[in-house]
């Protein structure tokens, strides 16, 4: 062996031993972070908010999308007794929100002042009320000189207002974007904005969950996670599936674009789709409220809108009059198997697999199959296949689809833990609450007399104890199993999804 050749000979070693010892540490480094159930995806580390609050996606109910500027004392605790009676307070819709439209403007010192008519006890009896019944209370204002329906807004009032939020035992503030003095436009002067709010907030001392309205412009996902719990993604959602409209600028044509409105539910999720990965625990892409109630889309339509909000873990804010809900409409809201994904210990947002164009185009002449995923906490996986076209499609996803995020995550090696395996299946809309049960429910009986594997008491018992105990109504309903490199075949009504829970045989 000549002397380069040695030469050479030892560096390889070298290499390889170099190499072993970050393969290695990289695996150490995954262990730590993944614990012992979880996967290739936790190695994002856990995030903590910046106020240690919002570590789940917040759920309750906000006026806005049925009632506009309508607020009162009345209407928000008759709506809050209705919510408990309908057992959804029990399913975990916690937070009652005031939106806009509350105040007369502002008082000699500067604070705002409540209309005298509409809350003729005052914001803080109204809170205490609210907590009393089992609630948090939320409220609303914008950073900017007017809120967007042109009451007194919070910009350059931001130390005022968090005191009055504080001072009322507020636990959740919507911070809008409207009449925002030209203070937008570029990432810098939003964040300036918003963060002042959110520093005042914080110097209150009272815990209040921060949430931007900021309609996804100026790159919101990408900043505001140090200074807030959550932040819109989109312009206003409106009562559509997927018609498109002018008005909803998507941040693909103006990210800084303002005016953003009426946005279907296909083209939040769309939008949705390249933003997802920031959602974390302590910090979620918001999708806005949901609509489902409010009579613009039909069963399948609001069962898709409902499952994507709760697989994506935006806020679930139900947005409709619950006095005259259906019952097919509460039993979309209250089924516990998909809460769950909502609720899951381990929060983030499901990503998308897969979109395909279809043939069976609709009236706006649009046909897309998607596939999302999402790994829970107790490593099941969860699929959604998503039929964006005119009739009923068969959907088929492949192991390989489902696990393609372990696939791609670089260690092509543990790829064979899911794809060599056999899955179970549980449909989580197989045992959604029927018409009857809900009709019993609507009708004055207490929730807790439907059956266990259909309804489900959080207070009692929290999503993440129950996911630990395999508690039936976490589970959906068991439909078949997946071979090792087999595939998955669900037939989904139109504008219809089919979401299902993944368990590793055995596992
Ligand atoms: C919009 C906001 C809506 C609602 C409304 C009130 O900007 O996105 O959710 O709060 O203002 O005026």
Redesign the pocket.
Known sequence: MTRIETKNMRLHIVALIYCFKIVRGTELGQEVLRGPQSDLSDIIAPSRSYNGLNQHPPMGWNN?NAFGCEVSEEMLISTAQTIADYGLRDLGYEYIMM???WSIGRNLTGYLVPDPERFPNGIRHLADRLHAMGFKFGM?SSAGTL???LYAGSLGFETEDAAFFAENHVDYL?Y???YNNGLQGTPELSFNRYDTMSKALLATGRPIVYAL?Q?GTDYVWQWSQPISNSA?MSG?IYDSFNRPDPGCITPDDAPSALALYKCSVMSILNTMATVQSMSRSGWFNDM??LEVGNGGMDDNEYVTHFSMWAMLSSPLLISTDIVSISPADLSILSNPSVIALSQDPSPRAGSRIWKNECQDKDQFGLCDHQLWTRTMANGDKVIALINGGNGPATLTASLNDIFTDELTSGTYRLSRQYIEQKWDVYDLWANRMSVDDANVILNGSEASTVKSNVWYNSTELPYAEGLQINHPALLGGYVGEIEPHGKWAAEVARHGVGLYRLRKRGG
Request: aromatic share 16%; proline share 0%.
């Open positions: 806005w939106d806009d439209c609303y809120t967007c329906a919507k809008d974007n409207c309205c309609w819109r206003d806005d409220m």
